[in-house]
């Protein structure tokens, strides 16, 4: 006999933000102007680096399809979010629910891959000097990033292929703003031991795998920096990784508020919009703040955005020669 009373579930409720009663107005403001920022601002970086000539090297190769995931990242879960603030319509289709669910694992695990290769590229060129230029050859650039989203495509797809063998009852309503794989699982009356298996072996190799890299990049770093300390090639290390390394405290950093803090729902939630929202917002101005190259590429594209403004309004006058 089937079990009838196990029907499909054909749409889930994302019960969203705790915000108070009366204060939807004032978050969909924050969230969206959040949200635009991210947006504008990743869309800077990746269009300074392809304007700018002095910008075609590798860390700027990679840092445009950081800012190209950032975007992805918080296009996944935020028009979704700020859609039901505004509507107060918190349902969103199964199909929907694992399409979201598949962007976002994919996204946040190109992030974490192309980290990872920016550490290497940063390692060969403070450690390799003479020989970045054939070290991080355009050839091996494009295989870096062509495997970063290979890799994470694959990692998303197994994912959510094992997501889409469960099946859900009577409970649909998801304690988050988007579809998360942990709070999915909570849903589920299907076994979920293989799902919770691959997501701390696999998942959790992957991770360490990054961040092993990460770590040993930047060891290494410190340990050439201080066999023969200077003033110079301190200022040089700071200036090259000083950026890169800002944002991967911050990515780690609030991933790990994610999946090490205590089972409160509010907690995860808030965590997950520091890793989903705050973090891609402020890769841009960590970039252009503290980086020299990306400063004097944006003051050029100003500078030839205000000499065409001026040409625009005041064309230059032809002069008519007067023969005799």
């Known amino acids: 006999m089937r079990p009838e009373n196990q029907s499909s579930v054909s749409q889930f409720l994302l019960l969203g933000l705790p915000i108070p009663p ?9 969230f969206l102007g959040m949200y635009l920022t991210t947006v504008l601002g990743n869309l800077l970086i990746i269009l300074l680096i392809r ?56 996204f946040a695990g190109l992030d974490n ?19 970045y230029s054939t070290i991080m050859r355009e050839g091996l650039c494009v295989l870096l990033v062509a495997g970063s989203w290979i890799l994470s495509c694959s990692n998303a797809l197994l994912h959510t292929l ?9 409970d649909n309503a ?19 031991f293989l799902n919770e298996l691959v997501i701390f072996t696999e998942g959790g190799m992957i991770s360490f795998l990054c961040f092993g890299i990460i770590l040993g990049s930047y060891i290494r770093i410190g340990t050439i920096i201080l066999r023969v300390p200077s003033t110079k090639r301190l200022s040089k290390a700071f200036s090259s990784c000083g950026s890169h390394l800002s944002v991967v405290s911050l ?27 705050v973090t891609p917002m402020l890769n841009p101005f960590i970039y252009s703040l503290r980086n020299r190259d990306i400063k004097q590429a944006l003051e050029m594209c100003v500078h030839r955005v ?9 064309p ?6 007067t023969g005799r």
């Open 306 to 314: 205000k000499f065409f403004k001026q040409q625009s309004v005041n």
């Open 22 to 30: 009366g204060q939807q107005g004032l978050f969909f403001t924050l």
């Open 51 to 106: 304007l700018d000539s002095r910008l075609h090297t590798p860390m700027y190769f990679f840092l445009s399809h950081l800012a190209f995931s950032d975007i992805s990242l918080s296009s996944v879960t935020v028009p979704k979010m700020l859609m039901n603030m505004q509507t107060q319509v918190q349902s969103i289709s199964h199909v929907g629910c694992i399409s979201q669910l598949y962007f976002f694992i994919h």
């Open 162 to 170: 094992l997501f889409g063998q469960l099946s859900f009852c009577a």
């Open 113 to 131: 891959f192309l980290l990872a290769v920016m550490a290497y590229d940063r390692y060969v060129a403070i450690c390799h000097p003479l020989h």
């Open 251 to 277: 990515y780690y950093g609030t991933a790990a508020g994610v999946y090490f803090s205590s089972s409160s729902d509010s907690k995860d939630i808030l965590a997950s919009v520091m890793y989903t929202v």
């Open 316 to 321: 230059p006058v032809a002069v008519r020669s």
């Open 174 to 192: 998801i304690t988050h703003y988007f579809c998360d794989l942990a709070a999915l699982l909570k849903l589920s009356c299907s076994d979920t």
